[in-house]
C-alpha cells in the first residue's frame, strides 16, 4: 500500500531514490538513487567516425582493386582517421565489435559492375558488388571484430569491360564506422 497509493512520477533527478520490492527476498523493499539504477544502461556507440568524398573524383582501373583517397572529416570522436594514409585505427583500448560502412557511387555512363570492400589491416575483409549504370552506387555495412591499433580502409573496383570515375559526390559517398555497444 506504500507504493502503490503514491502518484506516478514523469521526471526524476538523478539523486532522487527509487524503491523496489526485491522478489527474491519475499518482497523486502530496497532503496538506490537514480544515477545508480541507471548506471551501465544505454550508453554511446563511440568511438565512431563518418568522411565523405571528395567531390574532384578519382579514376580506377578496370579490375583493380583501388584504395579510395582524399577523404574529409564530418566528424571523429577519437580523431583516428589519418587523413594522409585514408585509415581508420582503433584507438587503445577501444577493441570490440564495429559497425562498418561504406558507400561508394559510379560517375561513368556504360554499364558497369562495381565493388566496395573493407580491408582491415591491409587484407580484403567483406566486399559488395552491384551492376549499375550512370551515377548509381553500391554500399555495404558490416560488423567486425577489432583489436586496438587494427585499421580499417575502403578500396573499389570496377569491372565489366573497363575502368570509370567515383568518388565525384561529396554528399553521398561516405565511409565510416562506430562501436557497437555490447
Not at 523496489?20 to 551501465?40: I, R
Not at 584504395?67 to 582503433?90: E, R
Amino acid at each position: 500500500t506504500v507504493i502503490t497509493g503514491q502518484t506516478a512520477e514523469t521526471t526524476i533527478a538523478s539523486d532522487d531514490l527509487i524503491l523496489l520490492s526485491d522478489t527474491s527476498a519475499s518482497g523486502a523493499l530496497k532503496k538506490m538513487t537514480q544515477a545508480n539504477f541507471v548506471s551501465g544502461v544505454g550508453g554511446t556507440n563511440t568511438p565512431a567516425f563518418l568522411v565523405q568524398g571528395p567531390t574532384g573524383g578519382q579514376t580506377l582501373s578496370s579490375g583493380t582493386w583501388t584504395k579510395l583517397t582524399d577523404w574529409t572529416n564530418v566528424y571523429d570522436t577519437a580523431s583516428g582517421f589519418d587523413f594522409t594514409n585514408d585509415k581508420y585505427t582503433i584507438p587503445s583500448g577501444q577493441g570490440g565489435k564495429y559497425f562498418v560502412y561504406g558507400f561508394v557511387k559510379y560517375a561513368g555512363s556504360a554499364s558497369r559492375r562495381i565493388q566496395i570492400a573493407v580491408y582491415k589491416n591491409g587484407t580484403i575483409n567483406q566486399a559488395a558488388g552491384n551492376n549499375v549504370d550512370y551515377y548509381a552506387g553500391v554500399h555495404l555495412g558490416v560488423a567486425l571484430e577489432f583489436a586496438a591499433s587494427d585499421y580499417i580502409e575502403i578500396y573499389c573496383k570496377i569491372d565489366n569491360g573497363g575502368g570509370g570515375q567515383v568518388m565525384t559526390d561529396n554528399l553521398t559517398e561516405r565511409f565510416g564506422a562506430y562501436k557497437i555497444i555490447e
